[in-house]
């Protein structure tokens, strides 16, 4: 047989473009094959077998038409094209999305088209619904949200939210996409299936979900009514409400469903009720709308039948499926768990070896450092052992000082325990001296009051010896002759006899008495005054010795003491107090001794001194602190020292 006899018989095709929702396929299409033969070979190419909700669309003259199943496809009225285009929809609708789609692919189909529908507002959605679904969206697009790879901007708000949402809010991209993200980050561990079953739940429960609506009026020639055809009956709703019918026909109430032309009744089973009548615009849309009423009542009728065996199949499949792919799924959550915690771990040894050699570069620099230190440390070691031999050599000078200073402190503390109790002693004379002036003051006091009182009765006994004379007669004194006693009571009987004891005796021995006391407080104030002037010239030596040892603090506290215990022994009298400046003046000068007058009761006195008081004075200087304490003698009238 010749090569043109073969092609003359090979049967002749034409060629269709059947478009899903995400992919367009080609068939060459032999002219007798009817429209279910293209519809199976669209079902086999996408590996679906619940092909009883889907059906071929196309557009003719304005209006979308199903392809009939049981007519030739070139017999049917379709546009003039070549390819021929169709569209792979679903036209019926599951009433439970999670009972009744089997099949993956089903599925996915379904939510490609119901989220094409809310996108292009066919169906309503509210904001805060369509940024769920939107995030069931993106996580059944993208998988889990990783901040590392899902940077700002990843998402486009226009391509998952309807644009009557986005002109409602006056809103950024960026903010939408943050109000999505926040609820795609807690679907993590959702699979893409599940992400689509959660998205078509949530569909479901729309008003306007799986509704095909068709303009319809209860008169000819004009439009009252919107009719509604979904997967649970039929709804009569107005023209400007599409989410509330105003009536509604359950299938299950539906008896008996009819039309002629333009006209179409719907009979109810309960005979009582009234029958419902509407016309069409066009007679071509009431046998769309009759297909849309057989197809939703067979399944309506279908699922409350037992299921066949072959569904009953495709269940069992589905569900062991569905199994796999959960175990799959829970496999491959552990695997990526798995790979993110090994990952975190290989960070952290990246980590800590980066580290790790951070710190033996910085090792190596201290090492280098420290050998250059160790370098340096032994040239300084070098100059340091010399300078501890010459430090050696001073610290032996310094030892032999040392050791003299302290042979100089035990000397001078030997000399200080001396003079501390050279001092004592002189607190104890002056204490002493002082109780004795006290003593003799009192009794020179005593003995002034005698000797005025005898002066004043020897006083008292002259005018009575002048009166007595007044009153002898002149013959008596002519003769030369005294009057006696008898003679001088006889002349004055009437007076009281006259006493004329005139104490010589007692006056010579007070005189004597006197004198010999002041003679002994001069020799004692001689004495007193040369021990006074070695304590000074003893102090002053350890003065200059003390300045430079550091031990002066100490006879400071003991001539304060000094000072303080004359003090509380012997109260200065008041009369003193003007002269303690000019002995302060006078104790700076170098001190000397002056003889006492013995014969006027009086020491000397120099020219700065005041002329009514005779005074000299012993000045201690506390050598540790500069203050000067000062030694009082003063001589009074009436030859009395006070300390």
Not at 179 to 196: D, P, Q
Not at 268 to 277: L, N, T
Not at 323 to 349: G, I, N
Not at 586 to 593: E, G, I, R, T
């Amino acid at each position: 047989m010749s090569i043109t006899g073969l092609k003359r018989k090979q049967p002749k095709t034409f060629k269709v473009k059947v478009i899903t929702m995400e992919i367009e396929m080609e068939f060459s299409c032999e002219m007798k094959w009817k429209g279910k033969d293209l519809f199976d070979q669209a079902c086999r190419a996408l590996g679906l077998r619940e092909s009883w909700f889907f059906g071929l669309q196309y557009s003719i003259k304005g209006m979308n038409t199903w392809l009939k199943m049981d007519k030739k496809v070139l017999d049917q009225e379709i546009p003039k094209e070549d390819p021929i285009r169709f569209c792979f929809l679903a036209k019926f609708y599951p009433e439970k999305v999670e009972e009744e789609l089997l099949q993956e692919i089903t599925q996915h189909l379904f939510f490609l088209q119901v989220k094409k529908q809310i996108l292009d507002e066919e169906i309503y959605c509210s904001p805060e619904a369509t940024i769920l679904l939107a995030s069931y969206a993106v996580q059944a697009k993208y998988g889990d949200y990783d901040p590392n790879l899902h940077k700002p901007g990843f998402l486009a708000p226009e391509e998952l939210l309807p644009k009557r949402v986005l002109r409602q809010y006056q809103m950024t991209p960026d903010m939408w996409e943050e109000r999505i993200t926040a609820w795609y980050a807690g679907h993590r561990g959702i699979a893409r299936y599940e992400a689509e079953m959660n998205y078509l739940k949530i569909a479901q429960d729309l008003e306007m979900y799986g509704v095909n609506y068709f303009p319809i009026a209860q008169k000819k020639n004009c439009t009252d009514f919107l009719l509604g055809v979904d997967a649970k009956g039929i709804h009569v709703y107005s023209i400007n409400n599409r989410f509330s019918p105003n009536k509604s026909f359950e299938w299950s109430s539906i008896r008996n469903i009819s039309y002629s032309e333009k006209e179409l009744t719907i009979k109810p089973i309960d005979k009582k009720a009234e029958v419902f009548k509407f016309f069409s615009s066009q007679p071509k849309v009431n046998k769309q709308i009759m297909q849309l009423f057989i197809g939703n009542h067979d399944l309506f009728m279908r699922r409350r039948r037992v299921d066949p065996i072959e569904i009953q199949q495709m269940k069992a499949q589905a569900r062991e499926e569905k199994a796999r792919k959960k175990m799959e799924h829970q496999r491959l959550a552990r695997e990526k768990q798995l790979r993110e915690e090994a990952e975190r771990a290989k960070e952290e040894l990246e980590r800590r070896l980066f580290e790790v050699e951070d710190k033996a570069r910085q090792a190596n620099e201290a090492l280098r450092r420290s050998e250059a230190a160790a370098e340096l440390l032994a040239e300084k070691a070098q100059i340091a052992e010399e300078e501890a031999k010459l430090l050696a050599q001073n610290a032996a000078e310094a030892e032999q000082e040392r050791h003299r200073l302290e042979m100089a402190a035990l000397k001078t503390k030997e000399e200080k325990l001396l003079m501390e109790h050279k001092m004592r002693e002189a607190e104890l004379i002056a204490m002493k001296l002082v109780k004795e002036s006290d003593r003799r003051a009192k009794e020179a006091e005593h003995l002034k009051q005698d000797l005025q009182e005898a002066r004043n009765a020897e006083e008292k006994a002259r005018q009575k010896l002048q009166d007595v004379g007044k009153l002898n007669p002149p013959s008596n004194a002519a003769k030369g002759t005294q009057p006696s006693s008898a003679d001088a009571r006889d002349a004055c009987p009437d007076k009281v006899p006259i006493k004329l004891d005139l104490r010589d005796i007692d006056l010579k021995r007070l005189s004597l008495e006197i004198e010999r006391e002041r003679l002994d407080y001069l020799d004692k104030s001689r004495k007193f005054e040369d021990r006074l002037k070695e304590l000074k010239s003893e102090i002053h030596a350890l003065k200059v010795e003390e300045r430079h040892a550091g031990f002066l603090s100490h006879w400071s506290e003991v001539l304060g003491s000094l000072g303080r215990s004359s003090g509380k022994m012997c109260k200065t009298p008041l009369w003193m107090n003007p002269f303690e400046v000019d002995l302060l003046d006078s104790l700076q000068q170098p001190f000397v001794p002056c003889p006492l007058n013995v014969t006027n009761g009086s020491l000397p006195r120099t020219p700065a001194e005041k002329p009514s008081f005779e005074t000299d004075a012993l000045a201690a200087s506390n050598v540790g602190t500069g203050i000067r304490k000062h030694i009082k003698v003063q001589q009074h009238k009436t030859d009395v020292i006070y300390i």
